[in-house]
Nanobody
Framework: QVQLVESGGGLVQAGGSLRLSCAASGRTFSSYVMGWFRQAPGKEREFVAAISWSGGNTYYTDSVKGRFTISRDNAKNTVYLQMNSLKPEDTAVYYC????????????????????WGQGTQVTVSS
């Protein structure tokens, strides 16, 4: 069983930055594809970013490209989401997700591809 715990959310003004962290338990974190999703009030949860377990491949939804950066530190069992130039429309609960994969270069963008989820952390961007 893998447990994921997000941190780093909060209230920030538009144009500001936040860095989310997701700490994972378990010895096989380095073999997990990791992703970030978000859910705004009244909306479906949506994909934000993903990173392969090798760290060599990343993928972003169009609305965050150039502003958000996903990274991971396998030695610390942690994945990060650096969010810059935040906009009010980025306001949401952000969830970390993970799944074991054999391909070190694989990324995953669909909720159904992830087996493990964190509890979420609130990000609020004021205008």
């Amino acid at each position: 069983q893998v447990q994921l715990v997000e941190s780093g959310g909060g209230l920030v003004q538009a144009g500001g930055s936040l860095r989310l962290s997701c700490a994972a338990s378990g010895r096989t974190f380095s073999s997990y594809v990791m992703g970030w999703f978000r859910q705004a009030p009244g909306k479906e949860r949506e994909f934000v970013a993903a990173i392969s377990w090798s760290g060599g491949n990343t993928y972003y939804t169009d609305s965050v490209k150039g502003r958000f950066t996903i990274s991971r530190d396998n030695a610390k069992n942690t994945v990060y989401l650096q969010m810059n130039s935040l906009k009010p429309e980025d306001t949401a609960v952000y969830y970390c997700a993970g799944n074991f994969v054999r391909d070190p270069h694989a990324v995953a963008t669909m909720e159904s591809e992830y087996s493990y989820w964190g509890q979420g952390t609130q990000v609020t961007v004021s205008s």
